[in-house]
């Protein structure tokens, strides 16, 4: 097996990890744990989203962390819905949104009577406003791997969404598990099918643990030569379509898989533990998080 030497994380605890959580976190408490995560060394960290409150009235107050982030060493990136979003992103000083469509066609024709590409077109004044602006757009697409209204997604689907986000010249992307369905050979299949065919494109992944598969599915992305992957402190997060489920996987998992596999983060395992232990104070519940409950084993950094 050959595996990267380096790869890139990002944070995304405070956004899909806390979106999912009853209770909201005060705006100085998700600033101790911003800080804390950058000072960690974490390259990347998904601050929150810039929706409208009445739908993810946790991520109220996205804005206000990006004032208070102002220069941070860390790419601070926000989630977004539409060019609303972008218009908020400069007021606030966030200089990096991304966008997010469904590869599910029935769910995408059921919710928005569009397709996948077809909602991808139409963010086309998004990304015009983020140039203009000098924001940097990113593209996601959710459930590349199965959705549970359809089962597999044909990999042309997938193809097509990638082709649309190319035709508005955002060529980061990111693949999304958010229904936790993924499994190791399918990732490894995926990843070096679209790697071959797009190389130019800087992939993301992101994977929930949903059904225990998270972490199989890094080392399988990493096998095809995936280099950037989100992660959530202490596991946090949920899954949309199975109330209860697991979470993202956890940062700290994450980086001990990398630590024993000699493959660097830049970030410090240590202090990435004990955020993670502060964030299940503050959510105030145990955490998904493999890490928390054995520890390190011993491990020196
Ligand atoms: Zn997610």
Redesign the pocket.
């Known amino acids: 097996m050959t595996f990267p030497d380096k790869i890139t994380l990002c944070e995304?605890g405070l956004r899909?990890g806390l979106q999912n959580e009853k209770t909201s976190l005060t705006t100085p408490q998700k600033l101790e744990l911003a800080e804390a995560v950058v000072t960690a060394g974490m390259p990347v960290v998904e601050l929150g989203s810039l929706m409208s409150p009445k739908a993810v009235p946790q991520m109220a107050d996205t804005d206000e962390l990006f004032k208070s982030m102002g220069n941070s060493p860390a790419e601070l990136r926000a989630l977004i819905a539409n060019k609303k979003g972008v218009d908020r992103a400069f007021a606030c000083g966030c200089k990096k949104v991304k966008l997010n469509v469904s590869a599910s066609k029935a769910h995408n024709l059921a919710n928005l009577n569009k397709t996948p590409a077809e909602s991808v077109a139409g963010f086309a004044e998004c990304a015009q406003a983020a140039k203009e602006g000098n924001i940097e757009i990113s593209g996601s697409i959710s459930m590349p791997f199965g959705s549970p209204w359809e089962g597999e997604i044909p990999l042309n689907d997938v193809r097509e969404i990638v082709e649309a986000y190319l035709a508005l010249g955002i060529d980061e992307i990111s693949l999304?598990d958010?229904s936790g369905m993924a499994v190791p050979s399918q990732v490894f299949n995926i990843c070096e099918a679209m790697r071959k065919q797009y190389p130019g494109v800087r992939w993301w992944l992101?994977f929930?643990n949903t059904r225990g598969m998270g972490i199989a599915n890094v080392t399988a992305a990493m096998e095809a030569g995936m280099t950037r992957f989100d992660s959530s402190f202490a596991g946090l997060?949920g899954c949309p379509f199975v109330p209860g489920a697991a979470g993202?996987i956890a940062t700290e998992d994450v980086l001990y898989l990398c630590e024993r596999m000699g493959i660097q983060t830049g970030v410090d395992f240590d202090a990435a533990m004990a955020i993670a232990a502060r964030v299940t104070e503050m959510v105030g519940h145990p955490a998904e998080s493999c890490l928390l409950k054995a520890g390190k084993g011993g491990l020196k950094q």
């Open positions: 995304v899909d999304s958010a992101h929930h997060g993202n």
